[in-house]
C-alpha cells in the first residue's frame, strides 16, 4: 500500500504555466567526427569488472566527465582506456546502448509503460549527474515523471536515495518534493516520515509555505500531471538548473 499514489479528485487547475516544451539543451547535432578511436571503459571491480568499447568523440560529446579524462592532460587520454570502478555495470549498460540509441530503453509497439524499475531508473539518473551527461539526466527525469504517471505510484523508500545522491537544490529533489505534494502520497496513504530526510523535510515546508502564499492548489491530479512541465526538472549543459522558480507569486 505504502507505494501506491490514490486517484486525486481536486481540480488539476494548478498546472505550471510555463511552456510544455524543452530546448533547455538546443538541438543535438551529431557528426560522423565523433566516430573516431575506441577507448576502452572498464566497468566495476573484481569479478563483476565488465568492458566497453566506444568512440571517444561520442563520449566526449555527451559528457563533461570523459570529455576532460579522455581530451585532458591525465593518463586515460594517452592509454585510451577509463576505469570505473565504483560504477555499476548494469547502470552503465543502459547509459552505453543510451549513447549510442539516445534511447533509455527498447518500447514494444505502443506500449507507454516504463520497463526500468525505480530503482535502475533512479541510479541512472544519478550517474548521469555524476559523470556530466545532463541530456541522459533530462531524459531519466522524464521517464521519472512518466512512470509516475503511468503507474500512479512511487516506492516512498526512495526519497532518502535521492537526497543522499543529489546536492543542494538537485532538480531530481524539486522532483521529489512536488511528487509528494501534488499526487497526495504524503497525506493520503501510509508514508512514515522517518523515510523522509531532514533535508527532504525542509524543503517540502518551504515548497508548502510558497503554496500558501500564491494560492497554488496542492493536488493536480494523474491527468494533469501527465501534462505537467518537464522542463521544471531539466539541467542546462553545465549541469546546473534549468528552471529558476521566480518569486512574486509566480506559480511553480
Known amino acids: 500500500m505504502g507505494d501506491t499514489i490514490p486517484p486525486s479528485t481536486s481540480s488539476p487547475a494548478a498546472a505550471t504555466a510555463l511552456p510544455t516544451t524543452c530546448q533547455c539543451l538546443g538541438d543535438d547535432d551529431i557528426t560522423g567526427s565523433l566516430f573516431d578511436v575506441m577507448v576502452t571503459i572498464c566497468v566495476g571491480k573484481g569479478d563483476k569488472t565488465k568492458e566497453f568499447q566506444g568512440h571517444r568523440g561520442l563520449l566526449c560529446h555527451y559528457s563533461s566527465y570523459f570529455k576532460g579524462a579522455l581530451e585532458g592532460g591525465f593518463k586515460e587520454a594517452e592509454s585510451r582506456t577509463v576505469t570505473l570502478p565504483e560504477d555499476d555495470v548494469e547502470v552503465f549498460e543502459i547509459f552505453f546502448s543510451w549513447l549510442y540509441t539516445r534511447s533509455l530503453f527498447k518500447r514494444e509497439h505502443d506500449n507507454l509503460s516504463i520497463p526500468l524499475s525505480w530503482s535502475l531508473l533512479l541510479q541512472v539518473h544519478c550517474f548521469a549527474d555524476m559523470r556530466g551527461v545532463p541530456r541522459l539526466q533530462n ?66 515546508v518551504v515548497a508548502m509555505q510558497s503554496l500558501n502564499e500564491n494560492g497554488t492548489g496542492w493536488k493536480w491530479g494523474r491527468k494533469t500531471w501527465k501534462e505537467i512541465n518537464k522542463c521544471k526538472y531539466h539541467v542546462k549543459s553545465d549541469g546546473t538548473p534549468a528552471f529558476v522558480p521566480v518569486k512574486d507569486g509566480d506559480k511553480p
Open 139 to 204: 531524459m531519466s527525469s522524464d521517464a521519472i515523471i512518466d512512470k509516475v504517471a503511468n503507474e500512479w505510484r512511487f516506492p516512498h523508500n526512495r526519497f532518502a536515495y535521492i537526497y543522499a545522491n543529489t546536492p543542494h537544490k538537485a532538480p531530481l529533489r524539486t522532483l521529489a518534493v512536488d511528487m509528494i505534494i501534488f499526487t497526495g502520497i504524503l497525506v493520503e496513504i501510509d508514508c512514515p516520515l522517518p523515510c523522509l530526510t531532514p533535508d527532504m523535510l525542509q524543503d517540502l
